[in-house]
């Protein structure tokens, strides 16, 4: 067993639902191996300002249901420098922090990479990102709630796209990964979806309406970093190409990151919590964890930070064939 004493954890980078779940799972099943946890307020900028929380097994009673983080969440430039590094790592051995538990996505992983290279501190990360782009873990924290949220959404807008004939263009959160659009569009039985990764041809997109008219085809959920700009901009493009229904755009937004997390979500929060206790204790540092049929599984930060994670081709091709 490890001789690690004390553990600090953190959020940091975007807050999606269950990261408190995540948190309380880390408290007390450090607390049932005899671990003091300290938490960390606002992810590595308080880690460099010494914001912290040494009673933080006082905080953490009924907050599984809660969305967002207890302990909130920013970004830091300045431990993106070597010198915010070291005073953050400075401030974590003045409080006799000999380990960390990183709750959040790439960024996140990031820091934890150079942060531990640096000082050779033992850090597990926790998937926490409602975008479910980090490699090795077949879901992140806070995505089954996020699309949960978008198909109760575009459910509703389902009702006056039908009552009004029109086509609605839906934007959903993802800047460089499509898996929020693309769950929701299938879970919603959208028309179609437009994802970062793959590309579509606005020109065939519009004759292809056209030729479906008496279908109903009045949902298109849009990802909003999609290669053709976002849901106004395609909307825009749809109507400069002729298309004469009437046409809406919706954008849910900031919707998605927050409210109760699912079961789903504080299952995996609070079983990724109570591992990442266990690692840091068995001695493994320097990984993330993430499960993965099923079973947990760990890969190194620079593996989950470089390498890419592949929207299923199944899941793609079944999309365009439902809809039709």
Known sequence: MSSIKKIGVFTSGGDAPGMNAAVRATVRAAAGY??????????YEGMI??????KIKSKIANIIQRGGTILKTARSKEFMTKEGREQAFKNLTSQNIDALVAIGGNGTYTGALKL????????????????????????????D??????????????????????????????????????????????????????????PAFVSKLKTQRKKLFNLVIVAEGNTNGNAHEIAQKVKNSGFDQDIRVAVIGHLQRGG????????????????????????????????????????????????KKELSKDLLEMVNLLSK
């Open 34 to 43: 005899g671990i003091e946890v300290c938490g960390i307020y606002n992810g």
């Open 49 to 54: 300002k010494g914001i912290f929380e040494p």
């Open 116 to 143: 531990g290279k640096e000082t050779g501190i033992p850090i597990i990360g926790l998937p926490g990102t409602i975008d479910n782009d980090i490699y090795g873990t077949d879901y992140t924290i806070g995505f």
């Open 145 to 202: 709630t996020a699309i949960n949220t978008a198909v109760d959404a575009v459910d509703k807008i389902r009702d006056t796209a039908d009552s009004h004939n029109r086509l609605f263009f839906i934007e959903v959160m993802g800047r460089h990964a499509g898996y929020i659009a693309l769950h929701t569009g299938i879970g919603s039985g959208a028309y179609t979806v437009f994802l970062p990764e793959t590309e579509t041809d606005i």
């Open 260 to 307: 109760s997390p699912t079961c789903h979500d504080r299952v995996l929060a609070s079983r990724l919590g109570f591992n990442a206790v266990k690692c840091l204790l068995e001695g493994d540092k320097g990984i993330a964890l993430g499960i993965v049929n099923g079973n947990l599984n760990k890969v190194s930060f620079n593996d989950a930070i470089y390498a």
